[in-house]
């Protein structure tokens, strides 16, 4: 089946820092890739996706790009704001299976 | 608007006392699952369905029971609480299976006494 493996946190920045939180996957065939982020007391919420390779999926500032060849898809983002502090989790989706499976999460703590 | 709602959001309970939390979605998804969420151990699914009258264990289903007589409703029910049950449990529902973006409700933060 398909699992995904993500970065240990806490992620602890300044503000206006760069961030990248790594995310490699496992899958059979070719999954849509996602990122949710869960801010506190919220459940978690779609952040961004891509549904082929060299696809890039972008909202609030934060990138994605969906790597085939080294079966990756990395959250970057140029300048992170005390706004972003959140748990980031990594999904991969599957047309043939029947689990949908997230990464452990990744906090991120940014600091004024 | 689209949603999923769970409730309730906070419960504290007792061992061995039966309960139910509910989950309810408005997008007409197929797809419904529930997970705990624990420090350390990320999300891990519980039970899951893809249409009614149709469920299947994920990954940690031992005292658990899920029912889905609705396409709308998939009910957690834990006949017999037990301490390590405490956690923080989240529904989601989606179209098809798993290629398509997941909607979760607020969660419900369960405390067994």
């Known amino acids: 089946g398909n699992s995904v493996t993500q970065m240990e946190g806490p992620v602890t920045l300044s503000e206006e820092a760069f961030l990248t939180i790594n995310c490699t996957y496992t899958?059979?065939?070719?999954?849509?890739l996602f990122w949710y982020v869960q801010y506190p007391g919220e459940g978690l919420q779609l952040l961004l996706k891509a549904t082929k390779a060299d696809d890039k999926g972008s909202n609030k500032g934060f990138e994605a790009t969906y790597r085939k060849e080294t079966t990756s898809f990395h959250l970057e983002k140029g300048s992170v704001q005390v706004s972003d502090s959140a748990v980031y989790f990594c999904a991969p989706g599957s047309y043939n299976t029947d689990k949908l499976i997230f990464g452990t999460g990744t906090r991120l703590q940014v600091f004024p | 608007e689209a949603q999923v709602t769970q409730n309730p959001r906070y419960l504290i309970t007792v061992t061995g006392k039966k309960l139910t939390v509910t989950c309810s979605q408005n997008?007409?998804?197929?797809?419904m699952s529930w997970y705990r969420q624990d420090p350390g151990l990320g999300l891990r699914q519980i039970y899951y369905?893809?249409?009614?009258?149709?469920?299947d264990k994920g990954d940690v289903p031992e005292g658990y029971k899920v029912s889905r007589k609705e396409k709308r409703n998939f009910p957690l029910i834990l006949e017999s609480p037990s301490p390590n049950q405490t956690s923080l449990y989240f529904c989601?529902?989606?179209?098809?299976?798993?290629?398509?973006?997941?909607?979760f409700g607020q969660g419900t933060r369960l405390t067994v006494v």
């Open positions: 997008m007409n998804h197929e797809y």
């Open positions: 989601a529902s989606s179209f098809i299976r798993g290629n398509t973006e997941a909607f």
């Open positions: 369905s893809m249409n009614v009258e149709v469920t």
């Open positions: 899958a059979t065939g070719y999954p849509s």
